[in-house]
């Protein structure tokens, strides 16, 4: 299974200096002055992240989590009234998750009154960038794979708006012959799915990738090898175990990005409903609804289960290989052992050391696909749903529906190896028409591009199935709602990694280390990213 995650683009920020706004003679001026400084940093770390090809997330991390210890130090100073304000702060971000205003193709640009809207942009800033680190890793992964079965037409050198690995050249590896004229598509699929004519259905075959072209070269002679599992065949040891890593990596990252949403979405944003610093007066509830629509509780908790959904699908995708290898190494092994006439009791055998996994990897993303439907249920609890970036919506939405369709490709590998190939021939349909349907519809780039990937592979696995089924089976097919009746629930298994907030710099919480600077560990850091190893 494809991961899908979604580029998030970054906000960037207008210049503001904090002296403006505190009376003179006030205590703390040079450290007031070091929160302009590295303010100040952050902001040109987030315009050559704008404007550059090429990006460096851990740069922008740096800045982040550099400059949050200051700004926590100016909130704390504030409440306490160590410090007099003759204006109220006011800071302008740019509001990425926000729909553009008119008929402009820009985010808004929003000034807001308070300290609290400048440290939540500034963590939910960070939270993108784990997003955007995750995604990455994820795509890496990903096109290992590409490259490996020589599926260079759908090999995409960065990950949407903001990946480090644009521009870069594709390094393939020693064990993959890849040829730069090899194309692939829907057409292929389509054509030989309908049974067009001999020589269409030859043209097709040529643009397909080895994953498309080739039976199992491990269970030779099989007419029902597993060969959604084939792209191991191209992978050595060390791509798996790098591939393992890659997304092992990444759902960790999207776990951090979860906790840090869970820490603005239900500490953050209340303190700031409940304090003076900045409201804008009436009830808390009246005061948010006044707040751009990407500092409300609804739209960041969207974020939590996004990032938990991806991190998810992560797991289920490393698991997913992992089950794919063994039972082609226990169908070589079998094949070795009991010769070249035991091909049917070979595939049997590894039927049998998989069948447990598709049945787990099922429920997963089921979780999954349901993590997104609660993503889509805060979005639409917002008052005016257009207010959110059409992007945004389009992403959460249609991921609801890739990854029930995955599920379903899942089921019907788990029939098929039950020999139950009715059943197996309707979840592949039934998925099969949901990738299609995401393919046509869809219009966010990331979805479009894993959908028609999975569309050839269940594809593939359907036309096998149904060729089964008509000449030695006949069993029923079930339609599409008999199949949604006997669908599991889903199961998770990660959640968020509490974020954890580092003691100010100034002001009263950082000579006891009560209050904000919780975690002892965090607070004796020498430098930004200590014990952070990538």
């Known amino acids: 299974m494809t991961t899908i995650g979604h580029p998030y683009t970054l906000p960037t920020t207008a210049n503001v200096s904090f002296q403006e706004f505190l009376a003179p003679n006030t205590p703390h001026q040079r450290h007031v002055s070091d929160v302009t400084a590295f303010r100040g940093r952050l902001r040109i770390a987030l315009k050559e992240h704008k404007h550059s090809s090429r990006h460096d997330f851990l740069n922008i991390q740096k800045a982040i989590e550099d400059y949050i210890p ?29 729909s553009p205003v008119h008929l402009s193709t820009k985010q808004p640009r929003v000034k807001h009154k308070s300290v609290y809207y400048e440290y939540v942009f500034t963590l939910l800033t960070l939270g993108y960038v784990y997003m955007d680190r995750a995604n990455e890793y994820s795509q890496y992964a990903h096109n290992k794979i590409l490259v490996a079965i020589g599926d260079v037409s759908n090999y995409t050198g960065g990950y949407g708006d903001g990946s480090s690995m644009t521009g870069t050249n594709v390094s393939y590896n020693s064990g993959s012959a890849v040829s730069s004229g090899i ?11 309908t049974g067009s004519t001999a020589k269409g259905s030859s043209s097709a075959s040529s643009t397909a990738s080895r994953l498309f072209k080739k039976k199992s070269s491990i269970i030779k002679g099989s007419a029902t090898s597993n060969t959604i ?65 990407d500092v409300q509780i609804s739209v960041v908790s969207a974020h939590i289960k996004v990032a938990l959904g991806e ?8 698991a997913s290989i992992k089950a794919a290898r063994a039972a082609a190494l226990r169908a070589s092994e079998s094949s070795r052992s009991a010769g070249s006439g035991a091909a049917a009791a070979t595939v049997s055998a590894a039927a049998g050391a998989s069948k447990t996994s598709y ?12 993590e997104y439907e609660r993503a889509y249920g805060l979005l639409k609890s917002v008052k005016d749903l257009n207010e959110i970036s059409s992007d945004f919506r389009a992403h959460v939405k249609d991921a609801k529906v890739y990854y029930e369709a995955l599920a379903l490709t899942l089921l019907g590998m788990d029939a098929y190896e039950s020999q139950q190939y009715g059943k197996a021939v309707g979840f592949m349909t039934s998925a099969k028409a949901s990738f299609a349907a995401l393919i046509k519809s869809s219009k966010a780039g990331t979805i479009v591009s894993a959908a028609s990937f999975e569309y050839r592979l ?9 060729k089964i089924n008509d000449s030695v089976t006949f069993e029923k097919v079930p339609s599409t709602a008999e199949l949604l009746t006997v669908m599991p629930s889903g199961r998770d298994l990660l959640k968020p990694k509490k974020y954890q907030v580092p003691r100010p710099c100034f002001g009263p919480l950082s000579v006891d280390g009560s209050g904000a600077g919780g975690d002892e560990s965090v607070n004796k850091l020498a430098y930004a990213l200590q014990g952070a190893y990538f």
């Open 183 to 193: 194309a692939s598509g829907m057409a292929g699929s389509s054509s030989n799915s």
């Open 458 to 466: 269940a594809n593939e696995k359907c036309q096998a199935f149904q």
């Open 359 to 370: 049945v787990l990897l099922a429920k997963l993303s089921i979780g999954v696909k349901e």
């Open 229 to 293: 599992g084939e792209f191991t065949d191209y992978l050595t040891e060390e791509d798996l175990a790098g591939i393992d890593h890659q997304l092992t990596t990444a759902a960790d990252l999207y776990c951090k990005a979860a906790g840090i949403f869970e820490y603005v979405a239900q500490d953050l944003i209340p303190k700031w409903n409940e304090s003076g610093l900045g409201a804008a007066g009436g009830s808390a509830k009246g005061a948010e609804a006044s707040r751009p629509i």
């Open 70 to 98: 200051h700004i926590l130090g100016l909130l704390s100073a504030l409440e306490v009234t160590e410090l007099r304000v003759i204006n109220e702060i006011e800071t302008t971000w740019r509001c990425t998750l926000s």
């Open 311 to 318: 991190a998810h699908a992560c797991t289920v995708r490393k």
